[in-house]
């Protein structure tokens, strides 16, 4: 079956880095999507993988191994608006998004 | 605004009652989907849309239909509505089905009593 696993929820503090691991089984891989969700909105993307290795966009980075199932989103100099949920979503080989349950973000000043 | 517009934002409904939520892009998007969002579940596929006059079904479609007459509406439909679809009701777009960067529409809060 496809699964995905990443934590439930997390605390950080404002200004230091925090990593969200994801790791997944899908039948097939398209690439592999993180998204921001505040409570209470819509989810709003963030990045994308499809190769191994690294991407880094401003202070959120995105990285993926093919091989191990396993994703992680590195965010950097926290704000206070970065608390929010960070939905993994690998995409199977019928190009459908499997959604994680997603990881809270806590950020403490 | 370009964007994707759902409605009613929020609604509460009786049991048994049918109830359409409406969905529509201005963007072009090919794809659009129906989520629902559950406390501690994931986002859940209802039903998609890969172009105008095609549908499909997702993870869990027993109770909802939709339809795709145009390229902008994507209408979900509860024939007669159950406590279980109490839930938050997501509509997202695409450029084309093989693509994963989804615009959602604001979300659909419904209580079905």
């Known amino acids: 079956g496809q699964n995905i696993d990443q934590p439930t929820e997390m605390t950080a503090t404002e200004g230091a880095i925090v990593q969200i691991n994801c790791t997944y089984q899908?039948?097939?891989?398209?690439?592999l999507f993180w998204y921001q969700q505040h409570a209470g909105e819509a989810p709003t993307f963030l990045s994308y993988?499809?190769l191994d290795g690294l991407e880094e966009k401003g202070r959120f980075s995105s990285f993926l191994s093919r091989s191990k199932g396993y994703s992680y989103l590195l965010l950097k100099e926290l704000q206070m608006k970065d608390s929010a949920s960070y939905l993994c979503?690998?995409?199977?080989?019928?190009?459908?998004?499997?959604w994680g349950a997603g990881t809270k973000l806590i950020i403490k000043p | 605004t370009a964007g994707i517009t759902q409605a009613p934002t929020s609604q509460i409904l009786a049991a048994g009652r049918s109830m359409t939520l409406r969905c529509t892009q201005d963007?072009?998007?090919?794809?659009m989907y129906w989520y629902r969002q559950d406390l501690g579940l994931g986002l859940r596929l209802i039903h998609y849309?890969?172009?105008?006059?095609?549908?499909g079904k997702g993870e869990v479609p027993d109770g909802y239909s939709v339809s795709r007459a145009n390229t902008d509406d994507f209408p979900l439909t509860l024939a007669s509505a159950v406590p279980s679809q109490t839930s938050v009701y997501f509509c997202?777009?695409?450029?084309?089905?093989?693509?994963?960067?989804?615009?959602f529409g604001e979300g659909s809060r419904l209580t079905v009593l």
């Open positions: 979503a690998p995409m199977d080989s019928n190009y459908q998004l499997i």
């Open positions: 899908t039948s097939g891989f398209n690439g």
């Open positions: 963007m072009r998007h090919n794809a």
């Open positions: 993988n499809v």
């Open positions: 849309s890969n172009t105008a006059g095609t549908t």
């Open positions: 997202a777009s695409t450029l084309t089905g093989d693509t994963g960067e989804l615009f």
